[in-house]
Structures are given as structure tokens and as C-alpha cells.
């Protein structure tokens, strides 16, 4: 571990870190386990990140060609030959646009460094080449259209040894599977790492290089993690996780933003309190207006989920959900006036509550408990 530790201090500096930090950092780590649909949704619902060490995304010739191999032939094969790709490039991260073959040069020579991550594949030939369904047989944004589904996405991941990308969150929850290489990550609570100075690149105007960080920070915020993405790997990370991330070998992996049931109430609720990153410049009146869109669209499928057998319930993740309400019922009412005081939320908690047996006896609407908090 000292060695990894090592090898990200020279790519940042940021991540120094004294004897006794090194040893305490043992306790923050995650390692993969086995997937379980039931593992995913109940971390998801917890808001934890979790890695997975055999998680299915499968690749069209990786028998022949090997995983490595059967991704590059995706990408030639799948890509335009013409147009250009937005990459970061050098020491300096300098934004460049690169063709196709540029990219893939460049990164196969080792000689420079380069790094994309926002390559969208949806609807790509690339995606009929990597079976990326498993991502997303979840994901109720994924068939979406205009604004609501502008805001998942699919895209491909290369970078180079050596680049890492700064302290940033994402709006919806997400994804990371790796096909070959290696990464380390760090992840803290937005909010809690604000308030200790850790800046996030997102929600900060960050003057010196890089945002603000140090690893006693990261050590004193309950729930910051650390772990490595490796080769066979998928990362699950809340959306309310700030994270750094250091390239350590030569990677390429598929992300995802994705919205599900059973982290939902997590989501709307930091969107309702915080506003969603997309939206920070808009007039205050306006911030919420494509959150409320995405509610209506996830309080559809609960409706349709409520009437559904078992099966299909437990395959969107309903029971973490209804679990994760049910909970959050039980709490402050302060707190809850927060959603309930939204028409659109309130109607969201509604058909959870009603979707639930165990709810009977709490018949009253979420709109009667608002006017009650």
C-alpha cells in the first residue's frame, strides 16, 4: 500500500500524507466483492460506494483479441473515422481535440499522456460492440428523451498513466467499469469535505492549480473511502460523493450516470436542499424545474412498479426504497418539510408510501404530514 501511495504522491502532490495518516488510511479502504443485485441497491439506498469484482460487462471478440485488444477494435471499428474527440493532454491537461486515430495512438505509445472522459457512446456502434445493458437495466433515465435524458449518460474512459482528474461531484449517482488498468479513488461527503476546505471543482471557484486538498482533512470526514478500480472491476458511487481520481496504469473503462429507485429519496432530496450542479447559475425559481421532471418520471414507474409482480419489483429495487422512506418517515419533521413542501416530491413519497403493505396504518398523505411539519 505505501508503494500505491507512492506512485499517486508523484502524480499529486495533494495526496502527502505523514506516517500515521498512512497507517489510519488502511481503515477507509474498500475492496471488491462479489455482485449481488440486492448488494448494489441496499449500498445505493445507504448512500456508500461499493466495487464489485464481477460485475458482467462483456466485449464483443475479447476471446481472441483479449479484453485490452477487443475494446480497441470497438473503438476503431465503432468511432467516426472523421470529427474529433475533446481529450486533455500533457502535464498541463491541456483540452485538445484529437481524431479517432489520434486518441488511440496516443494512448497506446505511452509517450504522452492524454485523457478523456466524457466520450458519450449511447446509441454508438462502439455500445453494440461493449454490452453495456447490465449498466443500465436499472437506470430509469436510460430510455429517456430531451432534458430528463440529457442528464444520464454513457461514456467511454481513457487515460493515461500519470493524469488524474480533480476533486469534483457529478450530479446523478454513477458508474465506473474498468477494462484494463488501474486507478486510485478518493470519495468524502461534499458538505462535510466543504466545510474542512476540501474544494470541489463543481461547486468552488478554485484559484490555485488545484483544488484544495490534504489527507487530514480526508481522514477527519466520517464515511471518505479510498480504493483501487482495477482490470474486471465496476465502481457504484453515490452522487453526493466528492472524488479524486489518479491514474496509475494505462486505463480504459465505460462510466455511467444513472438515476434508480432505491437511492432516489437521496438524490431528490440533496438536489431539493442544494440544487443540482446543473442549474447553480439558474434564477432560484428555475432550479428545481427539470429535478421536478425527473420526480414525475420516477413516481411513474413506482405507480407502475406497485401494480407489478414480485419479480419486477425486486428488479427495479422498490423494497429499498419503500425501506429507505418508510425510515426517513420516522424522522424529523423539519427535515421532511424540506420535500414535502414540493408538490412533485410529496406526490413521489405518496406512491412509495402507497406502494408499501406496511403501510397501512399510515394511511394520512405525505401532503397532510407538510401541513402538519
Not at 255 to 283: C, D, I, K, N, Q
Request: hydrophobic share 40%; aromatic share 8%; glycine share 6%.
Amino acid at each position: 500500500m505505501r508503494q500505491l501511495w507512492a506512485d499517486a504522491l508523484r502524480i499529486d502532490p495533494t495526496l502527502a500524507a505523514t506516517r500515521r495518516q498512512l497507517a489510519a488510511l488502511p481503515r477507509r479502504r474498500i475492496r471488491p466483492v462479489a455482485f449481488s443485485r440486492a448488494a448494489l441497491f441496499g449500498a445505493m439506498a445507504r448512500g456508500e460506494p461499493i466495487l464489485f469484482s464481477d460485475f458482467p460487462v462483456r466485449v464483443r471478440g475479447e476471446r481472441e483479441r483479449g479484453t485490452r485488444g477487443a475494446v480497441l477494435h470497438a473503438l476503431r471499428t465503432g468511432l467516426p473515422d472523421e470529427g474529433t474527440i475533446r481529450v486533455r493532454c500533457g502535464a498541463s491537461a491541456t483540452q485538445k481535440y484529437v481524431t479517432r486515430d489520434e486518441l488511440i495512438r496516443r494512448w497506446e505509445s505511452g509517450r504522452s499522456k492524454v485523457s478523456v472522459t466524457d466520450l458519450h457512446i449511447r446509441g454508438s456502434n462502439v455500445a453494440r460492440r461493449i454490452d453495456c445493458s447490465r449498466l443500465s437495466d436499472f437506470n430509469l433515465l436510460a430510455r429517456a428523451g430531451g432534458d430528463v435524458g440529457a442528464e444520464e449518460m454513457l461514456t467511454l474512459v481513457m487515460s493515461s498513466a500519470g493524469t488524474f482528474t480533480d476533486s469534483h461531484s457529478d450530479d446523478p449517482d454513477g458508474s465506473n467499469h474498468c477494462f484494463t488498468g488501474k486507478k486510485l479513488w478518493l470519495v468524502w461527503d461534499t458538505f462535510r469535505g466543504l466545510s474542512r476546505n476540501l474544494e470541489d471543482v463543481e461547486r468552488c471557484e478554485v484559484e490555485a492549480p488545484q483544488a484544495a486538498f490534504n489527507i487530514a482533512a480526508f481522514l477527519s470526514i466520517r464515511g471518505s473511502r479510498w480504493f483501487t478500480v482495477e482490470a474486471g472491476q465496476t465502481l457504484f458511487l453515490p452522487g453526493h460523493l466528492t472524488h479524486k481520481v489518479v491514474t496509475l496504469e494505462d486505463y480504459i473503462g465505460v462510466g455511467s450516470f444513472f438515476v434508480m429507485l432505491p437511492s432516489y429519496l437521496r438524490t431528490v432530496e440533496r438536489w431539493t436542499r442544494h440544487s443540482p450542479l446543473w442549474s447553480l447559475g439558474a434564477p432560484s425559481a428555475q432550479r428545481l424545474a427539470l429535478v421536478d421532471d425527473i420526480t414525475r418520471r420516477v413516481t411513474q414507474k413506482v405507480r407502475l412498479l406497485a401494480r407489478a409482480p414480485a419479480r419486477e419489483k425486486s428488479c427495479w429495487g422498490l423494497a429499498p426504497l419503500v425501506q429507505a422512506v418508510d425510515c426517513w418517515m420516522q424522522g424529523p419533521s423539519r427535515a421532511r418539510s424540506v420535500l414535502l413542501d414540493r408538490p412533485v416530491s410529496a406526490q413521489f413519497v405518496d406512491a412509495v408510501l402507497a406502494s408499501s403493505r406496511r403501510v397501512s396504518t399510515q394511511a394520512s398523505s405525505a401532503r397532510q404530514l407538510s401541513a402538519r411539519a
